[in-house]
C-alpha cells in the first residue's frame, strides 16, 4: 500500500474548481477513500469535515476539503476527496490504510 501525504510551498490551489481552495503553509494535503461513494457528493470544497474509521472516535478532526471527484467510469463504491489538515494529522491520516472512511460535516461560522 502506498499513501502519500504532500507539502506544498507556499501554497498549492487546488485545479479545476469553481473556488480556488489553497493548503495554508501549516497544512498538507492528504487523499482519502470515502464510503460509500453517494457520501462525497454532499461534500462541498471548503467544508469541515471530521474522519471516522471503523470506531466511533474520529481519527482526525476540523479536516478542511480540497478537492472533489470530478468525474467517473461508472458507479463505485468508494470515492476520493482530498482535505487539508495540520501535518501530525496528515500523518495520522495518511497511515490509518486504505479500507475507505465515513465523514462527520461540521458546521462553518
Known amino acids: 500500500m502506498i499513501v502519500t501525504a504532500l507539502r506544498p510551498t507556499p501554497a498549492l490551489p487546488v485545479a479545476e474548481q469553481s473556488v480556488a481552495i489553497a493548503v ?14 453517494a457520501i462525497a457528493s454532499t461534500l462541498e470544497p471548503g467544508m469541515i469535515i471530521d474522519v471516522v474509521a471503523d470506531s466511533d472516535t474520529p481519527i482526525v478532526r476540523d479536516a478542511r476539503v480540497l478537492r472533489l471527484p470530478t468525474s467517473g467510469f461508472g458507479p463505485t463504491s ?10 501530525a494529522s496528515g500523518m495520522r491520516l495518511a497511515s490509518a490504510g486504505s479500507g475507505g472512511f465515513g465523514v462527520i460535516i461540521r458546521p462553518t461560522m
Open 78 to 87: 468508494e470515492a476520493v476527496v482530498v482535505v487539508a489538515v495540520p501535518e
Open 24 to 37: 495554508q503553509p501549516d497544512e498538507v494535503a492528504v487523499p482519502i477513500t470515502i464510503r460509500p461513494a
